[in-house]
Antibody
Framework: QVTLKESGPVLVKPTETLTLTCTVS??????????VSWIRQPPGKALEWLAH???????SYSTSLKSRLTISKDTSKSQVVLTMTNMGPVDTATYYC????????????WGKGTTVTVSS | QPVLTQPPSSSASPGESARLTCTLP?????????IYWYQQKPGSPPRYLLY?????????GSGVPSRFSGSKDASANTGILLISGLQSEDEADYYC?????????FGGGTKLTVL
């Protein structure tokens, strides 16, 4: 059974850096046909893709957030980590990680999400 | 990144069909992309429904009923999700998605109400 679980702080202060971890099970981050995406959703708003990473360490970032994001993986720990710098109130959202299957490329299994609030 | 336009809301009665649209910007040809569709219910993560490229290149998510189907309207540069035989459990938000140039773009979502 494929599962993904997001973890990280519930509350961060403005200007701080957010670090989120996605721990996966049921598949390997070294699988050439798979990757992991991070997506967020502000309260009552639409989904917004943030970044993804593949088994060969190929990475891609949202154009609008690229300067603030870093994605990495630790295959031995089955974890994908996303950092976002200079957090602000507009970054308050539920953050999801999801498995990517390739050819065609899409996210098939999602974690339950973790809610992050940015407030002083 | 491009913007995918979805009507904010739609409604239909049980047993009827719902046609949800996802319009691509004019500089992006819908014929060149897989259009993916997700369903999201309150308090839950999105659920993958299907993708549609053409009648010969499409795919259904695991466990997704066949009454969910995809298509395109090339003249309107639009991807379409058709839900036939609407059920109360289909009431949800629906998002379209494309994957251009190793990035991902979601539409703004449509809230479907089953009257």
């Amino acid at each position: 059974q494929v599962t993904l679980k997001e973890s990280g702080p519930v509350l961060v202060k403005p200007t701080e850096t957010l670090t989120l971890t996605c721990t996966v099970s049921g598949f390997s981050l070294s699988n050439a046909r798979m990757g992991v995406s991070w997506i967020r959703q502000p309260p009552g708003k639409a989904l917004e893709w943030l970044a993804h990473i593949f088994s060969n360490d190929e990475k891609s970032y949202s154009t609008s957030l690229k300067s603030r994001l870093t994605i990495s993986k630790d295959t031995s720990k089955s974890q994908v980590v996303l950092t976002m710098t200079n957090m602000g109130p507009v970054d308050t959202a539920t953050y999801y990680c999801a498995r990517i299957l390739t050819i065609p490329y899409y996210m098939d299994v999602w974690g339950k999400g973790t809610t992050v609030t940015v407030s002083s | 990144q491009p913007v995918l336009t979805q009507p904010p809301s739609s409604s239909a009665s049980p047993g009827e069909s719902a046609r949800l649209t996802c319009t691509l910007p004019s500089d992006i040809n819908v014929g060149s992309y897989n259009i993916y569709w997700y369903q999201q219910k309150p308090g839950s993560p999105p659920r993958y429904l299907l993708y549609y490229y053409s009648d010969s290149d499409k795919g259904q998510g695991s466990g997704v009923p066949s009454r969910f189907s995809g298509s395109k309207d090339a003249s309107a540069n639009t991807g379409i999700l058709l839900i036939s035989g609407l059920q109360s459990e289909d009431e949800a938000d629906y998002y379209c998605m494309i994957w251009p140039s190793n990035t991902v773009v979601f539409g703004g979502g449509t809230k479907l109400t089953v009257l």
